[in-house]
């Protein structure tokens, strides 16, 4: 016998119930397994019904990305990379903005050259004579006029050469004075010929000696009113010489000071008429053909954004036996004095002049990710746009691919934007 919840039963009742216990575990395990399996097959089938759709979808997106690479990834770059800018921010950068369009390209060939006094207009000032400067009165820089006194120099050997004249002068007063007497006395048969002929021969050499002294003076800046002057002047006069300026321009080397003993040949001035300088050119052997007496080239100083444009007037025959190369020269007018003998310059030489389609300012080319680029707007917003270049080393550059005419593209201060783009990509990357 046992119990049950209190209540005997016989051994065949118990074994009944015990069975039937286990029966009913083993049926809700079975409906367990079965009902987990209808919801894995649910899900499964959920999926598979997905499917399709997620192909579709992965397609779909291929062929956007297919179509952006074929358009050269400007959506990418217009979404992800444009910059935006309002009207007063575009103004303080000083954006510049043009319209792509058609130019003339020309194709140019460079040389390289340097600004050099014009050596017409140049001249070096030397004493003539030796002697110690006792005032100066032109200093580096100044300007001068044609005469101008540059400096004063008390001179021994010029007080020499004016008591030279001055005796000779008085011996030709003499020798004139007897001269006259003798001719007279001969005419009246009172004396002998002799005598006239010798009174003759010594005015002669008199003249050749006033004339000799009066010709070392001319060669030191003399006139014949100075030297007719040159008797009512003081013994103090007679040392002083003075420096004076060849034509008018400017003090563009000094060499002397007060109280310094100078030779003859000393250089003690330079003076430049810098109104017209010489662009000297250096024309390689290989590029002689390219340039010819009378050709316009364009004249550039990078360093002081300089340009200006002139005509070749002279191509020297020689070829250097070091450097291999000849020198051609043009003349630039020079008013304002910016072009500065020594300034080292590029010349260019135009070769052809051809139309295309699209072109920008060569100041609009960025270089961006290794690629080149040109900002375009739209609207407030700019885009760096990938192009391929063509023709152009000046003004103005070719775009072959990448920009259309008729687009608004930054044509100056275009690095402001490309550094806002860094800051930008930098912020993105942290």
Same mark, same amino acid.
Request: contains cysteine.
């Given at each position: 016998?046992? $119990?049950?919840?209190? %209540?005997?039963?016989?051994?065949?009742?118990?074994?009944?119930?015990?069975?039937?216990?286990?029966?009913?575990?083993?049926?809700?395990?079975?409906?367990?397994?079965?009902?987990?399996?209808?919801? =894995? $097959?649910?899900?499964?089938?959920?999926?598979?019904?997905?499917?399709?759709?997620?192909?579709?979808?992965?397609?779909?997106?291929?062929?956007?990305?297919?179509?952006?690479?074929?358009?050269?990834?400007?959506? %990418?770059?217009?979404?992800?990379?444009?910059?935006?800018?309002?009207?007063?921010?575009?103004?303080?950068? &000083?954006?510049?903005?043009?319209?792509?369009?058609?130019?003339?390209?020309?194709?140019?060939?460079?040389?390289?050259?340097?600004?050099?006094?014009?050596?017409? %207009?140049?001249?070096?000032?030397?004493?003539?004579?030796?002697?110690?400067?006792?005032?100066?009165?032109?200093?580096?820089?100044?300007?001068?006029?044609? *005469?101008?006194?540059?400096?004063?120099?008390?001179?021994?050997?010029?007080?020499?050469?004016?008591?030279?004249?001055?005796? $000779?002068?008085?011996?030709?007063?003499?020798?004139?004075?007897?001269?006259?007497?003798?001719?007279?006395?001969?005419?009246?048969?009172?004396?002998?010929?002799?005598?006239?002929?010798?009174?003759?021969?010594?005015?002669?050499?008199?003249?050749?000696?006033?004339?000799? $002294?009066?010709?070392?003076?001319?060669?030191?800046?003399?006139?014949?009113?100075?030297?007719?002057?040159? &008797?009512?002047?003081?013994?103090?006069?007679?040392?002083?010489?003075?420096?004076?300026? #060849?034509?008018?321009?400017?003090?563009?080397?000094?060499?002397?000071?007060?109280?310094?003993?100078?030779?003859?040949?000393?250089?003690?001035?330079?003076?430049?008429?810098?109104?017209?300088?010489?662009?000297?050119?250096?024309?390689?052997?290989?590029?002689?053909?390219?340039?010819?007496? &009378?050709?316009?080239?364009?004249?550039?100083?990078?360093?002081?954004?300089?340009?200006?444009?002139?005509?070749?007037?002279?191509? &020297? #025959?020689?070829?250097?036996?070091?450097?291999?190369?000849?020198?051609?020269?043009?003349?630039?007018?020079?008013?304002? *004095?910016?072009?500065?003998?020594?300034?080292?310059?590029?010349? @260019?030489?135009?070769?052809?002049?051809?139309?295309?389609?699209?072109?920008?300012?060569?100041?609009?080319?960025?270089?961006?990710?290794?690629?080149?680029?040109?900002?375009?707007?739209?609207?407030?917003?700019?885009?760096? %746009?990938?192009?391929?270049?063509?023709?152009?080393? *000046?003004?103005?550059?070719?775009?072959?691919? *990448? =920009?259309?005419?008729?687009?608004?593209?930054?044509?100056?201060?275009?690095?402001?934007?490309?550094? @806002?783009?860094?800051?930008?990509?930098?912020?993105?990357?942290?």
């Amino acid at each position: 016998m046992s $119990a049950i919840c209190g %209540r005997f039963i016989s051994d065949e009742d118990f074994s009944t119930f015990k069975l039937w216990t286990m029966k009913s575990k083993s049926i809700f395990t079975a409906l367990s397994v079965v009902l987990v399996g209808l919801v =894995l $097959a649910w899900l499964i089938l959920h999926e598979k019904e997905e499917l399709p759709n997620g192909h579709a979808e992965q397609e779909v997106h291929g062929d956007h990305k297919a179509e952006h690479e074929k358009h050269g990834g400007h959506e %990418r770059e217009g979404k992800e990379e444009r910059i935006e800018l309002k009207p007063g921010a575009i103004e303080e950068a &000083g954006i510049g903005i043009k319209v792509a369009g058609p130019a003339f390209i020309k194709t140019t060939l460079s040389f390289p050259g340097e600004i050099q006094y014009n050596p017409r %207009r140049v001249a070096h000032v030397v004493p003539r004579v030796k002697g110690v400067v006792i005032e100066v009165r032109r200093f580096l820089g100044d300007k001068v006029k044609d *005469g101008d006194i540059l400096a004063v120099l008390e001179s021994r050997e010029l007080a020499d050469l004016k008591s030279q004249y001055l005796i $000779a002068l008085k011996g030709l007063e003499l020798a004139q004075e007897i001269f006259v007497r003798e001719e007279r006395l001969w005419k009246e048969k009172v004396s002998a010929e002799q005598d006239y002929l010798v009174a003759k021969k010594n005015l002669a050499e008199a003249q050749v000696l006033v004339d000799a $002294a009066a010709q070392k003076l001319h060669a030191l800046s003399f006139s014949k009113a100075d030297l007719q002057a040159m &008797g009512s002047e003081s013994a103090a006069l007679f040392s002083r010489y003075e420096l004076e300026a #060849p034509f008018a321009g400017e003090v563009v080397e000094k060499h002397l000071a007060l109280g310094e003993a100078v030779t003859a040949e000393a250089k003690v001035y330079t003076i430049a008429d810098l109104a017209t300088v010489w662009g000297e050119i250096t024309v390689y052997s290989k590029d002689l053909n390219q340039i010819q007496p &009378g050709q316009e080239v364009t004249l550039k100083a990078t360093d002081m954004a300089l340009s200006t444009e002139g005509k070749v007037f002279y191509m &020297g #025959p020689l070829v250097g036996q070091q450097t291999r190369s000849a020198k051609a020269y043009v003349e630039i007018p020079n008013p304002q *004095g910016r072009w500065r003998p020594g300034m080292f310059i590029t010349v @260019e030489v135009v070769l052809e002049e051809n139309k295309v389609p699209v072109a920008v300012i060569a100041e609009a080319v960025q270089t961006y990710q290794d690629r080149p680029v040109v900002f375009v707007q739209h609207g407030n917003f700019f885009e760096p %746009r990938s192009v391929v270049l063509g023709r152009g080393k *000046g003004q103005w550059v070719e775009v072959r691919q *990448g =920009l259309s005419a008729g687009e608004r593209y930054v044509a100056s201060n275009s690095f402001v934007l490309k550094s @806002e783009l860094g800051k930008s990509a930098a912020t993105h990357q942290h």
